[in-house]
């Protein structure tokens, strides 16, 4: 297995966590990154929109691949469908997202309620992948039904190479405070490597998740807008405004030179609320962003911004 200590990871973001969102971060100080969730139904039916989401840059390793669904057969076959085609690290069960309609599915957070059936999916992964199987769970369903310390066990006496812990229950959804004691709790508990997620959004808040004690840490929403967080966090250098900018342009290059002119600006609308949100805090400015229609007005748009910025 890939060394777990001391990494950076960039979290499995649904709607955002593409090849290309990937290769900045990367490219900017993650050391491991995960597709966004893919459905273990869509795998065995061969969608194409679930393919999709397992594209990868040739430099994008180690990578792992965040399987969602209840049955624990489903996961093996899905795994098994994925290794036909692409090379990636591991593969990580999603038990922690809170979303209704992956809820809906008896999947996500909803694992966090039947214990017996992460077993169940850890065992017959391990069982038929090769690859080290990593969970990624809450702190529970809700406030009066915390199980993280059991389940965390229950994990990795299943064979889990490792856990990611993010810090809050599923009704907390990504609102509250990060519960530290809990990550610690579970890190002093298990022997595999505990990855600590939750809030890591700059320096002090990094330094509070290195109270617990954890093995490496998972950047998630904050990295959205912002992919040189990573290498800020971990002190390898300052970017000044115009790398940041030109960060930002470089993101937008590579939509419009793999999806073309006008569903390149879309796609990378997506992305570029943030950017502005975080490096210009100009929310007046994101109607501009969805009326632009040309690769031209885009490039014009960023000057645009550049000349407020000063």
């Known amino acids: 297995m890939f060394s777990i200590k001391n990494k950076f990871f960039l979290a499995p973001l649904a709607g955002y966590s593409d090849e290309l969102f990937r290769f900045l971060a990367r490219k900017h100080g993650a050391d491991v990154?995960?597709?966004?969730?893919v459905s273990v139904k869509g795998l065995i039916y061969r969608q194409k929109?679930?393919?999709?989401?397992?594209?990868?840059?040739?430099?994008?390793?180690?990578?792992?691949?965040?399987?969602?669904?209840?049955?624990?057969?489903?996961?093996?076959?899905?795994?098994?469908?994925?290794?036909?085609?692409?090379?990636v690290e591991f593969f990580d069960i999603n038990v922690g997202c809170p979303v209704k309609k992956v809820i809906k599915q008896k999947a996500g957070s909803y694992l966090m309620k039947e214990p017996k059936q992460v077993?169940?999916?850890i065992k017959a992964l391990?069982?038929?992948?090769?690859?080290?199987?990593s969970v990624k769970i809450r702190t529970g369903w809700d406030n009066k039904s915390k199980n993280y310390l059991s389940l965390a066990k229950l994990?990795?006496?299943?064979?889990?190479?490792f856990i990611t812990v993010h810090g809050r229950t599923r009704t907390e959804l990504f609102a509250g405070d990060v519960d530290y004691e809990a990550i610690s709790q579970i890190k002093a508990a298990l022997t595999i490597p505990v990855v600590g997620s939750g809030d890591i959004v700059d320096l002090d808040s990094f330094e509070k998740m290195r109270t617990t004690g954890c093995d490496s840490y998972m950047i998630g929403r904050a990295a959205i807008g912002q992919p040189w967080l990573f290498n800020e966090i971990k002190k390898i250098k300052e970017y000044s405004f115009k790398e940041k900018f030109n960060i930002m342009l470089e993101h937008f290059q590579l939509y419009e030179q793999k999806y073309g002119e006008s569903l390149g600006i879309r796609k990378f609308r997506n992305f570029g609320v943030h950017y502005i949100k975080k490096m210009f805090h100009k929310k007046a400015l994101l109607q501009k962003l969805f009326d632009i229609k040309t690769k031209e007005e885009m490039i014009d748009f960023f000057h645009q911004l550049v000349i407020l910025q000063k």
Do not use: C, W
């Not at 391990?126 to 199987?133: D, E, Q, R, T």
């Open 33 to 37: 990154t995960i597709t966004e969730m």
């Open 126 to 133: 391990v069982k038929n992948i090769s690859l080290p199987i």
């Open 155 to 161: 994990i990795e006496d299943s064979g889990a190479a």
């Open 49 to 87: 929109n679930t393919f999709d989401l397992l594209a990868s840059h040739a430099t994008d390793h180690p990578l792992g691949v965040q399987l969602f669904g209840y049955d624990a057969e489903d996961f093996a076959r899905a795994a098994e469908i994925v290794l036909e085609k692409h090379k």
């Open 119 to 121: 077993e169940s999916i």
